[in-house]
């Protein structure tokens, strides 16, 4: 039985320490002590431990919790804006809706999951957006008479706080800290990747039905999370 391949480096880092761990519980569950692949399932576990002390050490400083802040409001004010777009687009005066319709068009042009960019892809996203919105006196005037000029700027103001704050945080990370941390991504994915394979050559050897059930867990659980992924990226799932 085939294991599905995660798109591992795709995720983001609390998904996959939530992956990891719920592959180790499955595993435990599934299987008695002193099994073939506790050896490969206690190092899975080993390396998501020492990824999640690394990423709990991220998360407390000031810059991240900053940058969690910054990113909501920002989230909001695109999903509001469009919101406000849309439902011009019903108005009974022609001209409003095909104000409104210019700008909703210029908004979807970035696609429908902004919100759900990586923190650099949603900063140059919303960067170009606002340029585009306002760039031209025929958007300018379609924002202005809509009454989202306030939305705009306001959204202009928040996201270039956060391209401040994330440029700041990197800034401040030595060399080490970021090397560590993709050093230990690494490890619970090589980790992985044994635990697979020796899970596959059990199944195959065993016919060991806790294992098969085990693989069965595995694949659930890495399309849910692959899929996951696609909508975070906005793009199909691939096979």
Known sequence: MKISSPRFSKYLTADALEYSYAIVNRCRERQPPMSPTEPQVNAV???A???NANFKLELS???????????????????????IAEGYTYHF???TAAK??????TIDKYGSQIARLPYEAETTTLASLTNDLMGTPKMAEAIRDLGLDTWIIQLKTVNDQ????????????????RKTTNELRQKLHDALRTLFAHLTAHATLSN????????????????????LTDRRLNKPSEN
């Not at 810059?63 to 804006?81: A, E």
């Not at 409104?100 to 068009?105: M, N, Q, V, W, Y």
């Not at 956060?162 to 800290?177: C, H, I, K, L, N």
């Open 93 to 95: 005066d022609p001209a």
């Open 100 to 105: 409104a319709e210019l700008i909703l068009s």
């Open 61 to 83: 400083d000031p810059y991240s919790k900053n940058m969690s802040g910054l990113d909501n409001v920002r989230d909001r004010l695109i999903m509001g804006t469009r919101t």
């Open 45 to 47: 576990q080993e390396a």
């Open 49 to 51: 431990e020492a990824l």
């Open 208 to 227: 060991d039905a806790s294992v098969t059930a085990i693989i069965g867990d595995i694949n659930g659980l890495t399309d849910r999370f692959n899929q």
């Open 162 to 177: 956060f391209r401040q704050t994330f440029s700041a945080r990197v800034g401040s990370q030595t060399d080490a800290q």
